[in-house]
């Protein structure tokens, strides 16, 4: 691929790249070993629009480790994904979701989870046990996979189909970036989309962009879904989703992710109805 006369016998970047990675993955396996205590959640609040009242919260993974800092979900994810780490790091997440989530009645909680976990034979019976054992309501729990989902046949068709049986709901998150099949989507029994934060960075500049999000919500509608914006920063980009009708808004223009105890005090300043 370099050309002729062109030897990449070592490349110190890729070298500098796979220890990294191997380190990561090391480490990552001694956490998990220990209990997972370097492992902890955080969570970020969504609205509903028009009226802007706290509708629930997305968990997302962080991990402080105590010589290599904090290391980024983007970072661990993909490689607990290589490594199939990421079943237990899916299971201690839902677990930890729903206790904490416990203290936090009528509001939502969405938990990440990777198409990954499906391939595991025990993966709805083990989302039921905890569910089960944490006396959280299935109601109010969003299960979001991406959409690669779509991609990967009937497998995830099923594994869908029993999670909605268990009651709760499911999200296809950054939506638009991936595999999307509008023909693939009808066929599961999906109730929101999460319109990926790249389309909603110049909506209040670019014709397109709006257009196309319109687009997308009003498909989401004609097909019994709900349309959640990612990533909205600012207060021109939350008039326009306002305008074409979006029904659930996430980002730093409301809060970054938080720690669970102001999500305490967000739960009990909200406005009663
Ligand atoms: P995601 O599920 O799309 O989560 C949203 C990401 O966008 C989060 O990054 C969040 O901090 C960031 N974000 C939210 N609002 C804004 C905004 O207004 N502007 C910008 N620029 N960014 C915003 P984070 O926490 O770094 O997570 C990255 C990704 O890691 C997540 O993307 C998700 O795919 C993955 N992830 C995190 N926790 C878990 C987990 O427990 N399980 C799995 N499977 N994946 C996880
Ligand atoms: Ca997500
Ligand atoms: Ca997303
Ligand atoms: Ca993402």
Redesign the pocket.
């Known amino acids: 691929a370099n050309g002729r006369n062109c030897h990449v016998a070592f490349d110190p970047e890729m070298d500098a790249i796979n220890r990294e990675k191997r380190r990561i993955e090391h480490e990552l396996r001694a956490t998990l070993d220990a209990g997972a205590k370097q492992l902890k959640l955080q969570f970020?609040p969504l609205y509903t629009l028009p009226g802007e009242t706290l509708l629930g919260v997305?968990?997302?993974?962080r991990w402080e480790h105590p010589e290599l800092g904090n290391i980024?979900?983007?970072q661990f994810?993909p490689i607990a994904e290589e490594t199939g780490m990421?079943r237990e790091?899916?299971a201690w997440?839902l677990r930890s979701a729903c206790e904490a989530a416990l203290h936090w009645p009528d509001i939502g909680i969405s938990?990440?989870?990777?198409v990954l976990e499906f391939e595991d034979p025990n993966y709805v019976e083990n989302v039921r046990t905890i569910l089960h054992e944490t006396g959280f309501d299935p109601g109010h729990l969003v299960l979001?996979v991406t959409e690669t989902v779509m991609a990967s046949g009937e497998l995830s068709e099923r594994i869908l189909g029993e999670l909605k049986e268990l009651g709760v709901m499911i999200a296809i998150?950054?939506f638009g970036t991936g595999f999307s099949s509008l023909g693939r989507l009808r066929n599961l029994d999906v109730d929101i989309i999460k319109i990926d934060?790249i389309f909603i960075d110049q909506i209040d500049v670019s014709v397109r962009d709006r257009e196309l999000v319109r687009a997308i919500i009003e498909f989401a509608h004609m097909a019994g879904m709900e349309a959640t914006a990612?990533?909205?920063?600012n207060a021109s980009q939350l008039d326009c989703l306002r305008m074409i009708g979006c029904d659930n808004v996430?980002?730093?223009?409301y809060s970054?992710?938080i720690d669970a105890h102001l999500v305490d005090q967000l739960v009990l300043q909200r406005p009663i109805a």
């Open positions: 970020q997305e968990a997302l993974a980024r979900p983007d994810i990421i790091i899916g997440a938990v990440n989870v990777s979001e998150d950054d934060r990612e990533g909205v920063e996430q980002g730093f223009y970054r992710p």
